[in-house]
């Protein structure tokens, strides 16, 4: 005999009941889990890639600006002039003018020092990174330093000077703090936990919320969000320094830094966690439901059993006069009433007729 033709009556109505109703809720839950997460996950991705979209053409538009502006400056005859006398007052102009911008400056081929915008000391030049990407045919040079003043990382652009035979006559640099665009990083919204920084080409941080990771240029260059980029991922789910899973999103600037955007993991994908604790609150209510209903029906079904069992056992005792209920239902417990109540008037009339043979 099987398990289930031992159950009794009871348990095999809440036992069908409950597969009848579990199972098709069981698959749209599935089929709307599977949507759900997919739609967030999409989600998730589009609003930390809309943001570091945002951040990075901030960073591009930033950088892109004062390049065309020591361009436009490469060009005057004062400053192609290489002659301190003439290039100082447009450095001064040019270091007035854009206050991020604390120091104006030229150099010679040969790395001297020739004007600056400070009037202080010349110095040499010829070893920094800015200089030497122009003189070895780059348009552009730039280098990321901490500055001595802020203690706070500064940007150094850098583009030809030439003479009016095209002959390459100089660098001129400008040197800038990048607290405008660092504030425009740090500061951005994504959510509650999320947040933006900026590395440089080697990894190195830029700007961080975490003023000591800005301070000391935390090489961040293992990230995973960094490492997913160059894997052509578009996101990475992973455990942060601190032990916290987050989401990230990783974008190039044309200069070669990378803006990285990222989120608690739980927070982002907060909508899955509601959509399954609501879908296990209506699984429960259903249960709920469904044992109600099933004791409900139960009691329906096996009363007038229990009652016809026990007039069949009062009957095998020889108790043969008893009312039996139930004799009008058009159902099968009716059939059975029915036929328990034959059954009693024919062993009355066997009974009968023995009696009379005596």
Partial sequence: MSLFDRLGISQKLLCTLLLVSLLPLGGIWLISSQ?????????????????NTVLTTRVDDWVDMNQRML???????????????????????????????????????DGTNVGRSDGGKVKYYGDRDYFKQVINGER????????KTSGQPALILSTAIYDRFDKLNGVLALAMTLTEISTEIVTAKIGSSGYAFLLDEKGEVIAHP????????VDMSNHQALQALKRGE?????????GKKVVAVAGKT?????????????????????????????LVATI????????????????????????????????????ISGL?????????AQAIDRLGTSIRLAMDRLQKKK
């Fill in 210 to 217: 975490d003023d000591e990771f800005t301070r000391s240029r």
């Fill in 234 to 242: 578009s996101h990475v789910v992973f455990d942060d320094y601190d």
């Fill in 328 to 336: 009008q239902r058009s159902d099968e417990i009716g059939q059975l």
């Fill in 71 to 109: 361009l436009q400056n490469a060009r005057l005859s004062e400053i192609s002039s290489m002659r301190a006398e003439q290039q100082n007052p447009v450095l001064q102009s040019i270091s007035q003018h854009y206050e991020w911008a604390y120091l104006a400056f030229s150099v010679a081929p």
């Fill in 288 to 323: 709920l439901v469904v044992l109600a209903i099933s004791q409900v029906v139960s009691r329906r079904l096996t009363a007038p059993i229990r009652e016809l069992t026990q007039v069949a056992q009062q009957y095998s005792e020889g108790n043969l006069q008893l009312k």
């Fill in 254 to 282: 044309r200069q070669g830094w990378t803006l990285i955007s990222q989120q608690d993991y739980a927070e982002a994908y907060a909508s899955i966690e509601q959509e399954n604790l609501r879908a296990l609150l209506l």
């Fill in 35 to 51: 949507s759900t997460i997919a739609l967030t996950e999409e989600k998730v991705e589009q609003q930390l890639y809309a943001i």
């Fill in 140 to 147: 552009f040079g730039k280098q990321v330093l901490i500055g």
